[in-house]
Each structure stands twice: as structure tokens, then as C-alpha cells.
């Protein structure tokens, strides 16, 4: 039997939660126990009221204690619990694996910032080298994952242009997190990094007017940020090209290697919770984004403990 037989078969947590991901899921939170998975996810419905679920996922078929364990959970994040096992049961509403799936139109093998591969992959695409195992432009795969990245760092939908619209006036995203923090992005795949130049200065700005142009009166922007694999500049020179911006658009410009992307993603994946509170505007009024500014924000919550690591 080969692997996407067996994951369409069994229940699967990457595919689960690749699945859940591209249908608009957001996963906040992730706990692992023997037999089972809890997947602590929102999405927002059509009125844009934030909906929590918590999606039970059974390798075989639940027992009576699972079930109440997965219920208490779901109950203390005032979420609705799902039950997904690999067979049908009469004792509590549920889903099939294989049902589960067809809702999604089938399994999602794209990858997510939890696997293990990510990292690797997003490191050779930020330098425009395809990856093995995958298919495509390395620059239109560095955009997606760069998406699911955000997705997962600020803990909300990130919208993607794509290339279909490459040759629009358009970056090649929007991170919108509720009031909070907005901010424009754009991703440059180079095998030797990004340099910053004075056309590039004006294209961000010119994607900044006409983003305020239409969507002024609904959103604040904080920032710009611009992701590459490296920028072949010194400190002091990308620093003085923020603050050219800032005088053009009137946001910082903030700079962010892959590299950084994945040290903050390691970060939070012990403290998920905490994204939603950190001060993202802070951090990102940086010209340039380190772990470090993450790495300050959580050792501030957590000394609140207001919100626990790992609590679930």
C-alpha cells in the first residue's frame, strides 16, 4: 500500500491538519496524547465572528474515557469538540475519517510549520532552489509557504495574491490581525539575496498608496514587511532604508530573513497561545526582525502568567 492510500485509510494527524488549514482553519493549539489528538482551531464565519473548535482525532475507535477526556478539553477552551475516528459510532456525534475528508475535497499534502520538513524547504526556496519532492516555481512556493508561515505566527488568516495577479500593482499579501497589527508583505526568492534599491522603496510605496486607497476607512497599516533569504547590506544601510520609507509611507519597513521566520515559528510552537498577545507593532517596528524582540515578548507573558505555556 503506498502512502496516500494509507493516509486516505488511517487517520493521519499531518494530513488532518494540512487539511484543516486550507479549509480556513487556523490551529492555535496542539496536544498529543496516546491514542488520540486534540487540534485547538478557529475559523471566522461569514459575519467574521471568531468560532473555536476542537478537532478529536482517534488513530482507532474512541473509548468512553477518551470521548470525556476530549469533552473536558473542549469545554475549558469553550470550544465544539469534533470527533474524527476511523470508524462510525453511535455513542456521540461524529465523522468519519474518510467522510472527513471528502468535506475537504480529498487530503491536503501541502506542507505546514509544524513538519519537520518545513524549515528545509522554506531555506532552499527563500534562495529560489526547489526542494526535492516538490513541484512548481521555487518563487510562487516561497510565497505559500511564507503564508502558512504568517498564518502561524500571528495566529490569523493571512491573504495571499498569488502570482495570477504578479503583473498587478499588488504585494504579494495582507497579514490582517483583527485591530491589533496589519501589515503589507512581499516576498523575494534570490539566490543571493535581496538587494534593497531605490525602485524597490517605490514599488513598496506605490503598493501601499493603493492599498490605503481602497481600504483606508477598514484597516491600519503598521508596517511593511519584505522576506528574503538574506539582504547583502550592512546594518546601518537597511536601517537608513526603513527610515526612507518611513518618511514615503509613513510605516516602518521591516526586513526578515527565512532563517529568523523559523526561529520564531520553534519559538512559539512551545507557547501558541501567547501570539495573540504579543505586541507585533513593537516588534515590528524594527528595521530588522530577530528572534530576540519575539523571544522578549514571551518572557514578559509568561512572567504575567496570565497565559501558560503549553496550556491547552
Request: aromatic share 12%; hydrophobic share 40%; net charge positive.
Amino acid at each position: 500500500m503506498d502512502l496516500l492510500n494509507l493516509q486516505l485509510n488511517s487517520p493521519n494527524i499531518q494530513v488532518a491538519i494540512r487539511t484543516l488549514t486550507v479549509g480556513g482553519f487556523i490551529l492555535e493549539n496542539f496536544k498529543r496524547s496516546p491514542g488520540y489528538a486534540l487540534f485547538f482551531m478557529s475559523r471566522h464565519d461569514v459575519f467574521g465572528i471568531k468560532q473555536k473548535y476542537c478537532f478529536a482525532l482517534f488513530e482507532n475507535k474512541p473509548g468512553s474515557t477518551q470521548i470525556q477526556t476530549a469533552t473536558i478539553a473542549a469545554s475549558h477552551n469553550k470550544a465544539e469538540l469534533v470527533i474524527i475516528s476511523p470508524v462510525a459510532i453511535k455513542e456521540i456525534p461524529n465523522i468519519e475519517w474518510k467522510r472527513f475528508l471528502n468535506l475537504f475535497g480529498g487530503p491536503v499534502n501541502s506542507y505546514t510549520p509544524l513538519e519537520s520538513d518545513f524549515a528545509e524547504h522554506l531555506m532552499k526556496l527563500a534562495f529560489n532552489k526547489l526542494p526535492a519532492g516538490l513541484t512548481g516555481k521555487p518563487d510562487d512556493l516561497f510565497e505559500l509557504y511564507i503564508q502558512r508561515a504568517f498564518e502561524f505566527i500571528f495566529g490569523c488568516k493571512v491573504h495571499r495574491y498569488g502570482q495570477e495577479r504578479r503583473f498587478e500593482a499588488r504585494p504579494d499579501g495582507i497579514i490582517i490581525q483583527d485591530k491589533t497589527f496589519s501589515s503589507i508583505y512581499d516576498t523575494k526568492a534570490y539566490s543571493n539575496g535581496f538587494e534593497i534599491t531605490l525602485d524597490s522603496i517605490r514599488q513598496f510605496s506605490s503598493y501601499t498608496s493603493d492599498f490605503r486607497s481602497r481600504y483606508n476607512h477598514f484597516f491600519d497599516l503598521h508596517s511593511f514587511i519584505v522576506v528574503s533569504g538574506k539582504f547583502p547590506h550592512t546594518k546601518r544601510i537597511l536601517e537608513n532604508k526603513s527610515r526612507q520609507f518611513l518618511s514615503e509611507a509613513n510605516i516602518p519597513l521591516a526586513f526578515i530573513t527565512a532563517e529568523t521566520i523559523i526561529s520564531i515559528i520553534d519559538l512559539l510552537a512551545d507557547f501558541p497561545s501567547a501570539r495573540r498577545s504579543i505586541n507585533w507593532r513593537k516588534i515590528f517596528v524594527n528595521p530588522i526582525i530577530v528572534p530576540d524582540l519575539v523571544q522578549s515578548e514571551l518572557k514578559l507573558i509568561s512572567k504575567d502568567k496570565i497565559i501558560m505555556e503549553g496550556i491547552i
